[in-house]
């Protein structure tokens, strides 16, 4: 599936594997993976540690296909290409998302809502990710990147990046006042975006964290306080990256008539009853649900003109289980990314 030009594969790679929920991930040298006809193997670079991953790690998301690579932050050059690969060739820089595959034919799909695909499948969940020294990943679903993100800077945009652009493109054009809640990779990427646009950001961390609010104003947001506070004015949008579903009708007592509350994370705890005065006044609350292409294209468009720069916080490949855990304590500044050794 190469050609003669490109260099020799070595026939085995490193992998930190999920066994089973609950478990530590364990360090594995395995055979080296063969792309399927419309697939390319991928020499990871970096691959960002995702708080879906701690999600699948410790069971919250459920049915994972075990044993499992983790992973869906991937930076990577093609090193080898299937037999039907059109667009990409070896030495080809690439980013690698969640939505790693769609069927393309649902009523989902042929509206244009590919994250909805009913036969959908996604990096380091239903197929093998990139905490790995190689990869595959479908050619479409592979992202093109701006050289500038050849490296673990690059790794945050390929989930907390696109989630949190997608949650903001679900915000109206016209909101002003934009509130950020949880204020970790996602949100410090878009931060940036929203600042770059013209807007205020209002950032809302985790209690006593003043690390994180500092890190905020840094950004620039105009604002950073405690969740449980109330803004100094009303939001028109408010986008929640913590999986704690008490904040929800937090939100909705901060968002001003007409104001839309976007939960941007793939799990979210139990959300408590609340008066139905605070949804009155025709306030929204809806989901996002993975990502499109069309979001990511979007994304690595805009993020070179802020520019778009991440705060890492870099671990060697076999370090994946700290920095798991790191996430998991709130110990993470800005976001974990798992980065490859130079040779295997």
């Known amino acids: 599936m190469t050609s003669h030009s490109q260099p020799q594969l070595p026939d085995t790679m490193l992998a930190m594997i999920l066994e089973a929920p609950g478990k530590p991930l364990v360090l594995k040298n395995l055979p080296m993976p063969v792309p399927a006809a419309e697939q390319v193997l991928i020499k990871v670079i970096a691959c960002g540690v995702c708080r879906t991953d701690l999600h699948i790690v410790d069971g919250e998301l459920q049915y994972p296909?075990?044993?499992?690579?983790?992973?869906?932050?991937?930076?990577?050059?093609?090193?080898?290409?299937?037999?039907?690969?059109?667009?990409?060739?070896?030495?080809?820089?690439?980013?690698?998302?969640?939505?790693?595959?769609?069927?393309?034919?649902?009523?989902?799909?042929?509206?244009?809502?590919?994250?909805?695909?009913?036969?959908?499948?996604?990096?380091?969940?239903?197929?093998?990710?990139?905490?790995?020294?190689?990869?595959?990943?479908?050619?479409?679903?592979?992202?093109?990147?701006?050289?500038?993100?050849?490296?673990?800077?690059?790794?945050?945009?390929?989930?907390?990046?696109?989630?949190?652009?997608?949650?903001?493109?679900?915000?109206?054009?016209?909101a002003r006042h934009i509130g950020m809640?949880?204020?970790?990779?996602?949100?410090?990427?878009?931060?940036?975006?929203?600042?770059?646009?013209?807007?205020?950001?209002?950032?809302?961390?985790?209690?006593?964290?003043?690390?994180?609010?500092e890190f905020a104003l840094r950004l620039g947001a105009v604002w950073a306080g405690d969740s449980r506070e109330q803004p100094p004015v009303p939001l028109d949008a408010a986008i929640i990256f913590a999986p704690d579903g008490r904040l929800i009708p937090k939100a909705l007592s901060d968002v001003d008539r007409g104001g839309v509350v976007i939960c941007g994370g793939i799990h979210m705890s139990a959300i408590p009853s609340f008066a139905y005065s605070l949804l009155w006044e025709e306030r929204v609350v809806r989901s996002v649900a993975n990502l499109t292409r069309e979001d990511g294209n979007l994304l690595l468009q805009q993020a070179p003109l802020v520019p778009v720069k991440t705060t890492t916080q870099v671990f060697e490949l076999h370090q994946a289980n700290e920095a798991l855990q790191m996430l998991r304590s709130g110990e993470v500044h800005g976001a974990a990314v798992l980065v490859m050794p130079l040779e295997e």
């Not at 204020?183 to 209690?207: C, D, M, N, P």
């Open 181 to 213: 809640y949880g204020f970790g990779a996602a949100a410090h990427i878009l931060t940036q975006i929203a600042v770059y646009q013209g807007k205020e950001v209002y950032a809302f961390t985790r209690s006593g964290d003043q690390r994180a609010q």
């Open 65 to 174: 296909h075990l044993p499992l690579i983790p992973g869906h932050e991937i930076i990577g050059v093609v090193a080898a290409k299937g037999a039907a690969v059109q667009h990409l060739e070896a030495g080809d820089l690439v980013g690698v998302p969640w939505l790693a595959y769609t069927c393309g034919t649902c009523k989902y799909c042929l509206s244009g809502r590919e994250n909805l695909c009913e036969h959908a499948l996604f990096t380091g969940y239903t197929v093998n990710g990139g905490y790995a020294t190689f990869t595959t990943a479908w050619e479409q679903y592979c992202l093109p990147l701006p050289g500038m993100y050849a490296n673990a800077s690059g790794a945050p945009l390929l989930c907390a990046g696109l989630i949190g652009y997608r949650s903001y493109r679900m915000a109206p054009s016209d």
